[in-house]
């Protein structure tokens, strides 16, 4: 079967845009290639493209920088500087498309760094890859500061006129993310964030008394948002700590998105393991102001996170979106029995 392939130009990406509706700590080493690949072209689309679009005539070493639960990260050095590719060989391009619309989405808003993705295909006989600029990382995540202000200005500057969505479904980690338009965020939010994940986590896990709960309070969760604006922002969307970076020059630097455009606040949804400091959050509301009742919601959007990670690892996280539900549900004075 012969391999099928997306070249990312600024055109080409713009057309998408228009057109169309990973990540844990453990670390997978691969053994480096110091010599150049032998593979021939029409056996490796990765080489090829970078032999040819890529503009290099060597590959001169091929080296594995780590990779999360779902994917393999290497880093090609050539005679024309590095590139930095992600492979899978379960999971068709599909994934990889919605990863590189996102960067690039965010890359056009010309406020925080991203990595600039080239390239996304098929891999021969089954997978899929993305090539993409290789960013060299300075010694830290950088300063917090520029970070909340960057991060602020990326949501100032990325608006859409389609309302809550984005132009494809993408993943979360590997769980699907349903971004199908709408015009309402608390609508939005209900049925393709909350209420997908609740249901996921009933067929996965026989789990009638977390739907149940967590419909209830679905319904009664526009009252966490009297005051506030809702507008659509350009959102990274799975914002934790191994997905936030600095450049060499100290630069904040994000990766791995999982975008669409929604309420700014719920960028903070992964919070609980970001690190996110007062410095952080100062430097955001400098340029994004705090809205009334952020303190109220906040637990809101960590909730679609915490069942994600019911969903994707287990057990372990249940209780933890079970106690975010029922304590809403008490203060909103809705029965949780």
């Known amino acids: ?16 845009l228009h057109g169309r509706s990973t990540r844990s700590s453990v670390k997978k080493h691969r053994r480096f290639c110091s010599s150049p690949v032998m593979a021939t072209v029409s056996e490796d689309p990765i080489r090829e ?59 056009d808003t010309k ?54 969505g984005f132009h494809v479904d993408n993943t979360i980690g590997s769980t699907p993310q349903i971004n199908t338009w709408k015009d309402d965020w608390i609508e939005f939010f209900a049925e393709h964030r909350l209420g997908y994940q609740l249901k996921l986590a009933r067929r996965q ?42 450049d060499k020059d100290g630069n904040p630097v994000i990766l791995d998105p999982a975008c669409y455009y929604g309420h700014n606040e719920a960028e903070f949804g992964m919070s609980w393991c970001a690190g996110f400091g007062g410095s952080f959050y100062n430097s955001y509301f400098e340029v994004m102001p705090k809205q009334p009742g952020f303190e109220k919601r906040r637990d809101l959007y960590m909730l679609y996170h915490y069942l994600n990670h019911y969903n994707l690892f287990g057990r372990g996280y249940r209780s933890s979106a079970l106690s975010i539900i029922e304590d809403y549900l008490r203060m909103m004075k809705v029965s949780t029995v």
């Open 1 to 16: 079967m012969g391999h099928v392939a997306l070249f990312l130009s600024p055109s080409s990406v713009a057309s998408l």
């Open 49 to 107: 493209w970078i032999l040819t679009e890529g503009k290099a005539s060597e590959i001169t070493r091929i080296s594995s920088i780590g990779g999360g639960c779902i994917n393999y990260a290497n880093r090609y050095d050539t005679d024309v500087g590095s590139f930095f590719v992600k492979t899978n060989r379960e999971i068709g391009p599909s994934m990889f498309e919605g990863e590189a619309l996102g960067l690039r989405a965010m890359y």
């Open 111 to 164: 406020s925080i760094r991203v990595p600039l993705p080239y390239k996304v295909g098929s891999l021969p006989p089954s997978g899929s890859f993305i090539i993409m600029e290789f960013v060299e990382f300075g010694r830290s995540r950088g300063d917090q500061s520029a970070l909340g202000r960057k991060l602020a200005e990326m949501h100032k500057a990325g608006k859409s006129d389609k309302g809550f």
């Open 205 to 246: 896990f026989d789990d009638p008394i977390i739907l149940e709960l967590g419909e209830r309070l679905i319904k009664n969760m526009h009252l966490l948002f009297e005051g506030a604006v809702l507008e659509p922002c350009l959102l990274h969307g799975d914002l934790w700590s191994g997905n936030i970076s600095s």
